[in-house]
């Protein structure tokens, strides 16, 4: 019996190091404005960022990908730190800030009272990487005043570059923050 123990401690031991649990850690991505910073100053304009409409497809913690061929890829590792409606908001918004120099820019949620004169509303249809190797915003936008009346929708769309990265998603948030400003800069030129 102790000859048959002395014979399986090898294989036990081999066992052990090559069956190593494997680090298999989701990254976790987050939107951020590309514009230059500067501290705001300004009173007005006082807009308030609603959350923007999104495809069902995007609306989950998981990054996705639509393919060529129509399917979809959902990439269980690369994963959103806040839902991806609230960091479109929160971008487009510090986007605004930044262009505009206002103070009173912000999400919908953090205003208290309607102390804002307009609504951004935004409906976006496409926000992927192409096949072609780059990213497509497709969305429509509309500055609503408070006041009454209602604003006629505008389209924008944009396809910019993925830059070619090690990491390809990192390439791909980068593309996005950067369709964002594109698209916070058509609005700060209705404002």
């Not at 000859?3 to 036990?12: D, E, G, Y």
């Not at 396809?159 to 390439?171: C, I, R, Y």
Request: one cysteine or more.
């Amino acid at each position: 019996m102790t000859k048959h123990l002395i014979l399986l401690f090898p294989l036990c031991f081999i066992s052990c190091t090559l069956l190593q649990p494997i680090d298999d850690d989701p990254v976790r991505h987050l939107l951020d404005s590309p514009i230059a910073s500067r501290t705001p100053t300004l009173a007005r304009p006082a807009v308030a960022i609603a959350r923007p409409s999104l495809p069902p497809y995007l609306e989950r913690v998981e990054l996705v990908t639509r393919t060529a061929d129509g399917r979809l890829e959902v990439h269980e590792k690369n994963l959103w730190s806040e839902p991806l409606d609230a960091g479109i908001t929160r971008v487009v918004a510090d986007n605004l800030r930044r262009l505009t120099g206002s103070t009173n820019i912000q999400p919908t949620t953090n205003f208290i009272t309607r102390d804002y004169s307009a609504l951004v509303e935004i409906r976006i249809e496409r926000f992927d990487p192409e096949p072609d190797g780059s990213l497509l915003l497709e969305c429509t936008w509309k500055l609503q005043p408070i006041a009454g009346g209602d604003a006629s929708p505008k389209a924008f769309r944009t396809v910019v570059p993925l830059a070619s990265a090690e990491e390809p998603m990192s390439a791909r948030i980068v593309a996005m923050n950067e369709a964002l400003a594109r698209l916070s800069r058509a609005i700060a030129q209705k404002l």
